[in-house]
């Protein structure tokens, strides 16, 4: 079983209200090969919401106690995020999911790369909260931008 991104599923979880759809991605839930998660949601988040961003920091220092999860108004969002990374583990570890597509960029979901906490596009080095604690455990980590330039190491059909 593969965990994906909800809004990968074009499920309506995204900040906005929206929802990031791959057809791709979106082939593997109708497979049934995948289950879509929003961590923002399983967190406690309303959609819509405001964006947040972490802090000048990646999801790593957040798992650490070392950096926040901010909205453009100043509100934190912290605990949202952590309880959310920590229910999205307890869907793979139920499961058996080993590998993961997540949604680039997001202060959750982002792999490789991250906003900066700027709000300005500006994107960073690092993990966001939720991929970062799932591959802490083992979870290969993939973006829907690995799965459509073949970057994935595993078989989409």
């Known amino acids: 079983m593969i965990l994906v991104s909800a809004c990968l599923c074009g499920i309506n979880c995204k900040y906005n209200g929206g929802n990031n759809l791959d057809s791709k ?21 309303s959609t819509p919401r405001p964006a947040h961003e972490i802090n000048n920091s990646t999801g790593a220092e957040v798992l ?25 583990l307890k869907i793979a570890e139920e499961c058996g ?3 993961a597509i997540l949604k ?4 959750s979901c982002g792999y490789g790369k991250i ?33 459509n330039s073949g970057k994935c190491k595993f078989d989409l059909d």
């Open 115 to 147: 906003y900066d906490g700027t709000f300005t596009g500006n994107k960073i080095d690092g993990n966001g909260v939720t991929a970062e604690l799932l591959s802490r455990n083992g979870i290969t980590i993939y973006t829907e931008e690995d799965v």
């Open 25 to 45: 991605v979106l082939e593997l839930l109708k497979q049934g090969k995948a289950i879509p998660v929003c961590p923002e949601q399983l967190g406690g988040q």
């Open 97 to 99: 999911a080993k590998i």
């Open 64 to 88: 650490d106690g070392k950096a926040r999860i901010i909205g453009p108004d100043g509100d934190d969002a912290t605990a949202e995020f952590l309880k959310g990374a920590h229910e999205t």
């Open 104 to 107: 680039a960029r997001s202060p």
